[in-house]
């Protein structure tokens, strides 16, 4: 069986005047009643969202008080759902909620990581500091899960019960969670294990852009989860160089689109995104995005650390639905939808651009 037929082509690169190489993709758009709005390629397909969980992933842990209870500013609740880059600002926040919440940074099994901010790396270098977990991209990601045990008197360590293994109460709270904001059975999500060692889940492109749609738009929730959805779309729109840092195009695209848009990238080219109500004009309704780039986008046959296929296809959709103004758009035109592939010698050698048009109800 040919696994590619869920994937069409999404991105062309080319050298010299011809394409050379295509990323492929699918890519779901659902609004907050479960409706699908537009697409493109399949969007029942299966794959993890990696670290795009991060923003369901915090949900129980606000849903019971967390942030009350430990007195955590909003911009501490962003790190919990971050994939941030280890800047010196962004471990001063971990260990901020750290000391709130009485976690040690040795609490954290989420290992040790290279980071690729360059000025802090050169800065690491010149005090002689070497990677820590608070470094980890996913520090505050953990930190918020073992606050989460802490908050409910659960044992978390890794010799008795680690907050990691998918059978802690904390893990099914939060499958519970996350299957629920994206309309699907839990026994239904498929569980694998993140590069954090977390569980991580796989859902139909179409669930998962439904979660991000009731992000931002929880309106038909139950109280509490309404609130806690609040909260988190909140701390994200708010603290945006908090989810992602400097060289993040989650970060500048919230900070461009100026609180209409939440914005979560995952590894393996996975990207969430969500439109607040109003953001495509009065009266629009909240959308989820959900999309994968089939090759994972990996940035080693490129300059960029992530690969630029995603915030490629991520502009040319926001292009599409009109969720950008074209002022918006030139500002983050560094990143596409169509941008220049450059050697080593920062020598033009070809392009980049979207291939895809969007497939819409009517």
């Not at 069986?1 to 011809?18: A, C, D, Q, W, Y």
């Not at 560094?334 to 651009?353: D, H, L, M, S």
């Amino acid at each position: 069986m040919n696994k590619n037929l869920h994937f069409s082509p999404v991105v062309e690169l080319t050298r010299g005047g011809i394409v050379e190489s295509t990323h492929f993709g699918a890519i779901a758009i659902v609004n907050s009643h479960n409706e699908l709005i537009a697409w493109y390629a399949d969007p029942e397909t299966v794959t993890f969202l990696r670290s795009t969980a991060k923003p369901f992933q915090a949900i129980p842990f606000i849903e019971h008080g967390g942030k009350e209870t430990f007195n955590l500013s909003l911009r501490e609740v962003a790190l919990i759902c971050a994939s941030h880059e280890g800047t010196d600002e962004h471990v001063a926040v971990a260990k901020s909620i750290q000391a709130k919440t009485g976690v040690r940074e040795n609490d954290l099994l989420c290992g040790t990581q290279p980071i690729s901010h360059q000025p802090t790396i050169d800065a690491m270098a010149l005090r002689g500091e070497t990677v820590t977990p608070n470094r980890h991209n996913c520090s505050g990601n953990h930190t918020g899960m073992v606050a989460y045990a802490r908050l409910l008197g659960l044992p978390y360590g890794e010799k008795d019960a680690p907050y990691i293994d998918p059978n802690h109460p904390i893990q099914k709270d939060i499958l519970s969670a996350f299957a629920n904001m994206c309309g699907i059975e839990p026994s239904k999500v498929v569980i694998g294990v993140d590069g954090c060692s977390a569980p991580n889940f796989a859902v139909p492109l179409r669930n998962a852009a439904l979660g991000f749609a009731r992000l931002c738009d929880p309106s038909g929730l139950p109280d509490k989860r309404l609130q806690a959805c609040q909260t988190i779309t909140a701390a994200m729109t708010g603290n945006p160089d908090m989810i992602g840092g400097p060289d993040s195009f989650d970060t500048h695209l919230m900070q461009v689109a100026g609180g209409k848009i939440i914005a979560k990238g995952g590894a393996e080219g996975y990207q969430g995104i969500g439109l607040k109500p109003g953001a495509l004009g009065p009266g629009s309704p909240a959308l989820g995005i959900t999309f994968k780039i089939s090759d994972g986008d990996l940035g080693s046959h490129t300059h960029a650390p992530y690969g630029y296929a995603r915030p490629a296809v991520a502009l040319e959709v926001l292009r599409q639905l009109g969720a950008l103004t074209p002022a918006e758009m030139a500002e983050l035109a560094a990143y596409g939808p169509e941008f220049t592939i450059e050697n080593w010698r920062k020598i033009r050698v070809g392009k980049g651009y979207p291939c895809f048009q969007l497939e819409k109800t009517t």
